[in-house]
């Protein structure tokens, strides 16, 4: 079955304390992406990555890292995590050339307290 | 700035009838639009899209109808089903962007009453 997998499907954590929340999809996409939603706010972009080793920044990178060894997963790291980060967060893909019709994971609740 | 904009946070019909779920855009660069369904608990799910060069695609029980002039889409579905309760995501991009960017719209909530 195609699909994307997120993990952990929920999380609390407390300030400062450095998590990762991992994506992996077995649709071998070449474009991978991370978002989070907020109340209010929809859905914004944080990173993306065309490729394997390529990546960028969306609207609201601040306080995210994430790296893209190989093409199947996506990891977004926290390194201190705040609470202004507490969100829900979907990981997505798509394939390459101009597919804008991405694959959504099921999504990771993250609450910092 | 809200480029994509639902005015209306929820909507509410009953089965049979037709459900229309309104978006507006600003950014005239915008020519690429989509709608996603979101069941709670599961992350969003492709439904339709549209090209700026259509002004209507069908697909079953689901047709988007998009006005350049106006920059308003719209989602209709006909005859809505209670499986149809979700929020729905309008979202749109512009072919020129590099990096395949979605920017989404805050969803509207459809329900539908049997």
């Known amino acids: 079955e195609a699909q994307v997998t997120q993990n952990p499907r929920y999380l609390i954590t407390v300030t400062g304390k450095k998590l990762t929340v991992t994506c992996s999809q077995n649709?071998?996409?070449?474009?991978m992406s991370w978002y989070r939603q907020d109340p209010g706010l929809g859905l914004r972009q944080i990173y993306y990555?065309?490729?394997?080793?390529?990546?960028d920044k969306g609207d609201v990178p601040e306080g995210y890292k994430v790296s893209r060894k190989e093409k199947r997963n996506f990891p977004l790291i926290l390194e201190s995590p705040s609470p202004n980060q507490t969100s829900l967060y979907f990981c997505?893909?798509?394939?390459?050339?101009?597919?804008?019709?991405?694959?959504f994971g099921p999504g990771t609740r993250l609450t910092v307290t | 700035d809200q480029q994509v904009k639902q005015n209306s946070p929820s909507l509410s019909v009953q089965e049979g009838r037709i459900s229309i779920l309104n978006c507006d855009y600003t950014?005239?660069?915008?020519?690429?639009f989509l709608w996603y369904k979101k069941y709670p608990a599961e992350g969003p799910t492709f439904l339709i899209s549209?090209?700026?060069?259509?002004d209507k695609n069908e697909d079953g029980r689901f047709t988007v109808f998009l006005n350049k002039s106006a920059k308003h889409l719209s989602l209709h579905i006909v005859p809505s089903q209670p499986g149809d309760s979700a929020v729905y995501f309008c979202?749109?991009?512009?072919?020129?962007?590099?990096?395949?960017?979605?920017?989404f719209g805050k969803g509207t909530l459809l329900t539908v009453n049997p």
């Open positions: 997505a893909s798509s394939s390459i050339p101009g597919s804008y019709e991405q694959y």
């Open positions: 549209i090209s700026s060069i259509k």
């Open positions: 649709m071998n996409h070449e474009y």
């Open positions: 979202a749109a991009s512009a072919s020129g962007g590099s990096n395949y960017k979605l920017t």
């Open positions: 990555s065309m490729n394997v080793e390529v990546t």
């Open positions: 950014n005239s660069m915008f020519d690429y």
